[in-house]
Nanobody, 120 residues
């Protein structure tokens, strides 16, 4: 069992940047991911990173978002640049048992989410 706590959400103007952070309760070899859910829409995959640093991104955020992890601090970061109103959503940190990249929403552990709002 691992607990995840997100932070770093907020309100930003279009074109701006935010950095989300996810603190895990313990060191884990699990694949870590960021997912989001906009109002009235289904939850969707955003980015994922394995223990060894392999990454994958949704096409909609590729080139703008960067996922990284700090093993020493048990944290996963999501740097979001060039934000648009379409990025407005609740962002969730999640963990998947295993070492493979997971590019869907099939994760085992979830944080409570952090709101990101991008104004036009």
């Amino acid at each position: 069992q691992v607990q995840l706590v997100e932070s770093g959400g907020g309100l930003v103007q279009a074109g701006g940047s935010l950095r989300l952070s996810c603190a895990a309760s313990a060191r884990t070899f699990y694949t870590m991911g960021w997912l989001r859910q906009a109002p009235g829409k289904e939850r969707e995959f955003v980015a994922a990173i394995t223990w060894t640093g392999d990454t994958n991104y949704a096409q909609s955020v590729k080139g703008r978002f960067t996922i990284s992890r700090d093993h020493a601090k048990n944290t996963v970061l999501l740097q979001m640049n060039s934000l648009t109103p379409d990025d407005t959503a609740v962002y969730y940190c999640a963990a998947k048992r295993g070492v493979n990249l997971v590019v869907n929403t099939d994760y085992d552990y979830w944080g409570q989410g952090t709101q990101v709002t991008v104004s036009s």
